[in-house]
């Protein structure tokens, strides 16, 4: 107080100073909740891409219904680590008509690549059926089984082929000292023909004498042959026939080339009961000579009905036979789309060069209407490039409606499983 006067500075100065502070805090308040909006936002959008890059171009598509999954299927998605080359790679086109080279992620979310720290996605599904057990030229499956599936590649099983089974009988007779062996028949032998056949017979040897064999009738384009044929080995006491192995092999003849082995089994008659006449039934192992000598290949085939496409992915090959003196090869993969056993359209996969273990991912699409799909076939054959001499084929694999019990189940499957491509390793095959 001054005068007899109030003075009334200090109290303005108060009320100004709280009413900043009031606003400040507002202010702060404010960009608070401003800044937390916004990076809340940024972090939904990183999401959002991160789970349309995973889901694949196949599921941006509005018109792609959800997958549906059901335990009735078991499915396994591809792991491998094998090859670092061509991740993330953008799509080149080539000249060739119907082939394109295609990145990984448009094949599958994981489909040749180990993801670290993530056990392989293994996941179940069932086609959208709609009408389920309708017949046509095929079999019993829906004319369009595939609509609303994604697909994403499936990896069926590795499996070593089945290379059927022999029918034979053995008895010894102790008055003439002689060994008596009936081949009956053989069943489920695999294709080793371009026909879808093979010309089966079989050599049988007492081990470990390899200089006297004998050897069964050939049976044409048979695979379930029936032979009803009886051999003698005359002159062995009973003693020294205890000591041998009966090898019974049975293979392709083939005119203009080797012949080629399909399968061999061995029975150590010591554990044999000779002393009456018993038939046995035996599967087939593969030969030792000539088991996976010329390698391995994966590809993966998809058919679409409705429009009269069959696609074929050619991933990678491992373990090739070496044609080069360096000890390596400059392998490429050529596809003949046979009908009727007439070859009517090729097409062939860039070369790479100096490797036993090409990795390709190169897709191929061929016009197959349903209604030829029955006399539809495909060799798929590896070669070696050679600029100065002819290209050496490595071997080959024979695949469609009647082919080897491995490769038609691989067809079948195709059909089985709603657009999805379907991957599956194949061994290579000589069939020239």
């Not at 900043?20 to 891409?49: H, M, N, P, T």
């Not at 171009?57 to 999954?69: D, G, H, I, L, T």
């Not at 996976?292 to 290949?297: S, Y």
């Not at 994966?298 to 090959?317: A, D, E, H, N, R």
Request: proline share 5%.
């Amino acid at each position: 107080m001054k005068n007899g006067t109030v003075d009334h500075v200090p109290v303005f100065l108060e009320l100004l100073i709280s009413l900043a502070s009031i606003v400040s805090v507002v202010i702060f308040v404010l960009l608070c909740g401003l800044c937390d909006c916004f990076s809340g936002k940024k972090q939904a959008e990183k999401q959002f891409l991160f789970d349309d890059e995973e889901r694949g171009p196949e599921r941006k598509s509005a018109s792609v219904r959800p997958m549906k999954r059901t335990p009735m299927l078991t499915r396994k998605t591809i792991k491998d680590s094998e090859s670092a080359d061509g991740v993330g790679s953008q799509a080149e086109s080539n000249n060739g008509a119907g082939k394109k080279r295609i990145p990984f992620r448009s094949l599958s979310a994981a489909l040749l690549f180990e993801r670290p720290d993530k056990k392989p996605a293994v996941a179940s599904i069932q086609p959208n059926v709609g009408a389920a057990g309708s017949k046509n030229g095929l079999g019993e499956f829906p004319l369009d089984p595939f609509s609303g599936m994604d697909q994403d590649l499936v990896l069926m099983e590795d499996q070593e082929e089945s290379l059927g089974r022999i029918q034979f009988s053995l008895h010894y007779n102790f008055t003439e000292q002689t060994l008596i062996l009936k081949i009956i028949r053989a069943q489920d032998l695999p294709a080793k023909d371009l026909s879808g056949t093979s010309d089966p017979f079989v050599k049988i040897l007492l081990l470990p004498n390899k200089k006297s064999k004998m050897e069964t009738k050939v049976k044409k384009k048979k695979l379930n042959p029936t032979w009803h044929e009886t051999f003698l080995f005359e002159g062995f006491p009973y003693n020294k026939l205890q000591e041998r192995i009966l090898h019974l092999q049975v293979l392709d003849y083939d005119k203009f080339s080797r012949n080629d082995a399909i399968g061999e089994v061995n029975i150590p008659l010591c554990d044999v009961e000779l002393a009456k006449e018993t038939t046995y039934w035996k599967s087939l192992l593969p030969s030792k000579k000539s088991a996976g000598k010329l390698g391995d290949i994966l590809f993966s085939i998809m058919y679409v009905p409705s429009q009269g496409q069959l696609t074929i992915v050619v991933m990678k090959c491992r373990n090739l036979q070496a044609k080069d003196f360096t000890g390596k090869s400059d392998p490429y993969v050529k596809i003949w789309h046979m009908y009727k056993g007439k070859r009517v359209e090729k097409k062939k996969t860039t070369v790479k060069k100096c490797t036993l273990n090409p990795v390709f991912n190169e897709e191929f699409v061929f016009d197959v209407n349903l209604d030829k799909i029955r006399d539809t076939s495909f060799i798929i054959s590896v070669l070696d490039r050679d600029r100065i001499s002819k290209n050496d084929i490595i071997g080959s694999v024979l695949i469609g409606h009647k082919t080897s019990p491995l490769e038609m189940k691989h067809w079948n499957e195709m059909f089985a499983k709603a657009r999805q491509p379907i991957a599956q390793w194949h061994l290579l095959k000589d069939m020239s």
